[in-house]
């Protein structure tokens, strides 16, 4: 599969824990970005990498959010002391260079107790 | 802020009618205006997307009708199909940005 692979597909965990999510993206696809959406809602942007350049981030992503895409490949979001309302489904996509279209990955959804 | 105002939030048909979803944008900006679909459980997948130097284009029984002078642009599905039944979103990334904000979704059935 070519595709924007993420993992884990499902992560449940206790209200406080850390959690980490992992995007591999399209290998030639030099932007990457990451999105939630929650359930009745589209995707909301959080931030955007072109390379390894953290070039963009959303006001949604508060300070317990980090995103990091070290090699300019693989990128992962870990989110600190979880609340419930970061219950949602976390989205990475990726986009090459003079392209409009970006492609999705099949998301993690993130269930917080 | 909502930017982009996508209508209805749900829509039932017939097999073999027709389905419209429309969207109103705000920010003149815009440049690049995308239709995605989204299976339940599944990322979206870019189903059609037009820019506004064109009216309307066409690819297989979906269609994108865009007004810009009213600011709007819609999906049009013909001879719909049980198989369309998923969610769409439109979405428009301001102008020399490729952050897209999202429409909040169409919830499409189709009976057979």
């Known amino acids: 599969d070519t595709g924007v692979s993420q993992d884990p597909r499902h992560k449940i965990t206790k209200r406080g824990q850390n959690v980490t999510f992992r995007c591999d993206p399209i290998s030639e696809h030099n932007r990457l970005y990451w999105y939630r959406q929650t359930l009745g809602q589209g995707p909301e942007f959080l931030t955007y990498?072109?390379?390894?350049?953290?070039?963009?981030k959303s006001r949604l992503l508060s300070d317990r959010f980090s995103a990091e895409r070290p090699k300019g490949s693989f990128s992962t979001l870990e989110i600190q002391r979880t609340e419930q309302g970061d219950s949602a489904m976390y989205l990475c996509a990726s986009r090459a260079s003079g392209s409009d279209e970006q492609f999705f990955g099949p998301g993690t959804r993130l269930t917080v107790l | 802020q909502q930017q982009v105002k996508q209508s209805p939030q749900s829509l039932i048909v017939q097999k073999g009618g027709i389905s419209i979803i429309n969207c109103a944008y705000e920010n003149t900006a815009f440049d690049y205006f995308p239709w995605y679909q989204q299976f339940p459980g599944k990322g979206p997948a870019l189903l059609i997307a037009i820019r506004p130097d064109v009216s309307e284009k066409k690819e297989g029984r979906f269609t994108i009708s865009f007004n810009k002078s009213a600011k709007q642009f819609s999906l049009h599905i013909m001879d719909s199909q049980p198989g369309d039944s998923a969610t769409y979103f439109c979405a428009a990334p301001p102008g020399g940005s490729y952050i897209p904000t999202f429409g909040r979704g169409t919830s499409l059935i189709v009976h057979p």
């Open positions: 990498f072109q390379n390894e350049a953290q070039l963009e």
